[in-house]
């Protein structure tokens, strides 16, 4: 599946089509360049989910939890600044992947190792023209 963020204006009707189709699955790998937009778009699939809490980016906390408007948790990771997987365990992070709620991850290929085999690759590209696309895979 393929999205296209036209601008900032749209991310959210970016973020329900991407909603629409995840489905039972709730591991989602997100790649990227840096500034290629993965908070950006996490944050507004978190607004589209009724998240009421400030969403930020957790790249020092490693990992950020929010309540969906279902009161389901919702778990965001940022793995940028992990050295070793030893920091992946040490945190839980199994027991996060294996809780059947939705975790959103950006740089997941800093933990390639442990990522679950159904996790679900979300590639996000900056276009010339400014937009993005969003293959689902």
Not at 15 to 34: C, H, K, L, P, V
Not at 62 to 71: P, Q
Request: net charge negative; glycine share 8%.
């Amino acid at each position: 599946m393929e999205i296209r963020i036209n601008s900032l204006e749209n991310i959210n009707e970016a973020a329900r089509q991407f909603i629409d189709n995840i489905g039972d699955r709730t591991i989602f790998a997100f790649f990227g360049s840096m500034g290629a937009g993965k908070t950006t778009f996490i944050k507004a699939i978190c607004e589209e989910l009724g998240v009421e809490d400030v969403i930020t980016s957790p790249t020092f906390a490693i990992v950020n939890e929010y309540t969906t408007g279902e009161g389901d948790p919702l778990y965001h990771f940022d793995f940028y600044r992990i050295k070793k997987l030893d920091e992946f365990f040490d945190m839980g992070g199994e027991d996060y992947f294996e809780s059947g709620n939705l975790c959103f991850i950006e740089w997941p290929e800093l933990i390639e190792e442990v990522m679950p085999e159904d996790a679900v690759n979300v590639t996000i590209k900056e276009q010339p023209d400014g937009s993005r696309v969003v293959t689902v895979e």
